[in-house]
């Protein structure tokens, strides 16, 4: 069915006049549904050729409208008309067919990557050698494709009328399927932003594109590719997903809430096919939920929750993370040996195509308002490395380059896993000198968890047993994943504030004052501020589990012993047995630190002695005196000299830097 001119004049006249009336700007939006657009078409029979006909379509109501704000505002000679708040929403490999081209697509996703804003022929003029016709030509991808020839006498041969190019503003843009329940590698798609709509979107927003599918194929080639003519961009609302939980769910959800056991059944529900880790898992059903942003003094505290699992090979690190991906209503995994050019955070880089600096968002930009999964951190580029620092903490990710400056949000949580540098873990090291892991960024973990693999008999037939067992009942999750994944979801949504009772406040502040008593008899650091923060949001994310405002006693007791078990695995010097979290982050305990200070005024006290400097085995010995072994004094001389504390003007000499 053809669309007739006049068709939408009596549109226009009833819905749109009181807005046409006050327009001021070349761009009118209209919602389909909210103008009353759709139901419009529907009663004219024609609201096929919004999908199949969209050119035409769009700009037969142009005309319509033009003719009315002419009547108000003469200044305004054309009119960009953006619909929005389409019904009939697609998925993005869906919208990529042949049968598409040239007709009306919608579809959500999240902005991977842009280019920098550049000039654009939107239509080009060919004007006929032989009859003088003139050709209209529409840009492709970037490209003025030439008339075959020309549609009045069949000429081949043409003459660029450049005068008469329609030139506007133009960006490119990358959006990708969203994470959500994704079973494989999204799919992406190009989208060509036009006039207004440069300069709206960034890397990490999600979106809804609305516009006209196109395909590209250079003559000489016979692949080609697709892309999207924006006509209109919606941002997507964060709890539009809650539009996939139906009330039966929500009536389900608030079960499980109430039961008692359900801190056990979310454990169990985890990685149900790997046996063990119930602390673990306990910890990443906690970090799923997350705990509660808010500002303090001007300043944002992060809710989302990091964890770091570090361990030997063949313990289950990657499918535990697997499983999770599966099960977080928003989750990007990623491997640090085969990382994107992307990254973890952003890059920029030029397209060799057209010369244009692009930005193209990493793992923890993707993911934002959900989760960045990592396997292998340590392998991920050391200057990516480096760069997480400020998600993990700040939430956002900082560009400046190419005369690019943009601040992206990574609002997500992190939930990491790396191997020990020499293949096993070694108890009787600081977890730093074991991992490619920076001590800055170690820090930013709320948890670390070590998983070693240690022969123990009993364990060791329950786990054969559990892997060999033909009854899948215990393997199955007390929560099905998709429940799970809603759960999970409902919780994000609809708790967004949680106060700590007075009880629950007075445990934590207890937990931390003792520790921090422990730190000044001691002389070890086994706590600091940045890890009361961690038990605050461990807090919130238990209480957030039952769908409360309100955190407990209990609440605040499961936070500390998850926060206790990771101090346990890798904060505990083996010299003294003492908690020291330097021992941990920075791999030298409050025992070393003495030792250090010893050998060094030791140093200090010998070094005149001879031209040379304090003699080794003089040092050695006057720390025998003092009760220190040959074999850790060595030990202390050695990380002086790797710390630039002293140096060695002959072999065996030692003398302090500066003097002392």
């Known amino acids: ?117 550049a000039p654009y022929v939107a239509k080009a003029s060919f004007e006929c050698s032989k009859c003088g016709a003139i050709i209209p030509v529409r840009s492709l991808n970037g490209k003025i494709p030439k008339p075959d020839y020309c549609p009045h006498c069949h000429a081949r041969s043409f003459r660029r009328l450049t005068e008469q190019d329609e030139v506007t503003d133009c960006q490119v843009i990358e959006v990708q399927e969203l994470p959500e329940g994704l ?75 109430k039961d008692p056991n359900i801190y056990d059944k979310l454990a169990k529900s985890i990685a149900s096919s790997i046996y063990g880790y119930e602390t673990i898992k306990l910890a990443i059903a906690l970090q799923l939920f997350g705990g509660v942003e808010r500002i303090e003094s001007g300043t944002k505290k992060r809710g989302n929750i990091h964890i770091l699992l570090v361990g030997d090979p063949s313990t289950a690190k990657s499918q535990i993370l697997r499983s999770v991906s599966m099960i977080a209503p928003r989750a990007v995994m990623v491997d ?35 989760m960045a999964i990592i396997d292998e951190l340590e392998k991920a580029d050391k200057k990516e490395l480096r760069a997480l620092n400020e998600p993990l903490e700040q939430q956002t990710v900082s560009v400046s ?148 405002n309100v955190a407990t006693v209990e609440d605040a007791e499961r936070a500390i012993e998850l926060f206790k078990e990771s101090l346990r695995q890798i904060a505990i010097d083996p010299e003294s047995g003492r908690i020291d979290w330097d021992y941990a982050i920075q791999g030298i305990s409050a025992t070393q630190r003495d030792r250090l200070s010893t050998v060094k005024n030791i140093i200090k006290e010998l070094q005149d002695s001879t031209d040379w400097g304090a003699s080794e085995d003089a040092v050695l010995a006057r720390a025998e005196e003092l009760g220190m072994s040959k074999e850790k004094a060595k030990e202390a001389i050695e990380k002086l000299k790797r710390s630039g504390e002293i140096y060695s003007p002959r072999s065996g000499y030692y003398r302090v830097f500066g003097g002392g």
Not at 96 to 109: A, I, L, P, T
Not at 454 to 482: M, N
Request: proline letters at 4%; aromatic letters at 6%; hydrophobic letters at 40%.
């Open 1 to 117: 069915m053809t669309v007739s001119d006049s068709i939408f004049q009596d549109y226009v006249e009833i819905y749109l006049k009181h807005r046409l009336a006050n327009l001021k700007q070349p761009v009118l939006e209209i919602d389909v549904r909210e103008d009353h657009l759709l139901t419009f078409c529907i009663s004219r029979g024609i609201e096929k050729q919004i999908y199949d006909e969209p050119e035409e379509f769009l700009d037969k109501l142009r005309k319509s409208v033009l003719e009315v704000i002419k009547i108000y505002n003469d200044e305004i000679e054309d009119i960009k008309i953006r619909i929005k708040n389409i019904p009939k929403r697609n998925s993005i490999p869906e919208v990529r067919k042949v049968e598409n081209v040239d007709k009306f697509v919608s579809f959500e996703g999240v902005v991977r990557k842009i280019t920098s804003p």
């Open 183 to 257: 079973q494989r590698q999204p799919e992406s798609i190009k989208v060509l932003l036009l006039g207004d709509l440069v300069n709206t979107v960034y890397p990490g927003d999600k979106i809804i594109v609305n516009g006209i599918l196109r395909k590209f194929i250079d003559r000489n080639k016979s692949r080609g590719e697709f892309f999207v003519e924006a006509i209109s961009v919606e941002f997507l609302q964060e709890d539009i997903r809650n539009l996939n939980i139906t009330e039966e769910d929500i009536q389900k959800i608030k079960e499980l809430a």
């Open 336 to 370: 640090g040996t085969l990382m994107s050019k992307a990254g973890l955070t952003v890059t920029v880089t030029r397209e060799e195509s057209t010369g244009r600096w692009t930005i193209e968002a990493g793992a923890v930009v993707l993911a934002d308002q959900g």
């Open 401 to 548: 380059k190419a005369g690019i400056n943009a601040t992206l949000n990574a609002r997500c949580s992190v939930l990491a896993s790396a191997n020990p540098r020499r293949g096993r873990f070694d108890r009787h090291e600081p977890i730093v000198e074991q991992i490619d892991l920076e001590p800055p960024l170690l820090s930013r973990f709320d948890l670390i968890y070590v998983i070693l693999d240690e022969p123990d008999e009993k364990r060791d037939e329950e786990i054969a047993r559990f892997i060999l067992s033909s009854d899948t009942k215990d393997k199955e999750p007390p929560i099905p994943p998709d429940l799970l994944r809603k759960y999970v979801l409902y919780a994000r949504n609809n708790v967004k504030e949680v106060k700590l009772t007075k009880e629950a406040e007075e445990k934590i502040i207890e937990f931390y004052v003792s520790l921090r008593k422990q730190s000044k008899e001691q002389g070890a650091i086994a706590i600091t501020a940045r890890q009361l923060e961690a038990l605050r949001r461990l807090t919130e994310a238990s209480a957030k589990i039952r769908l409360s």
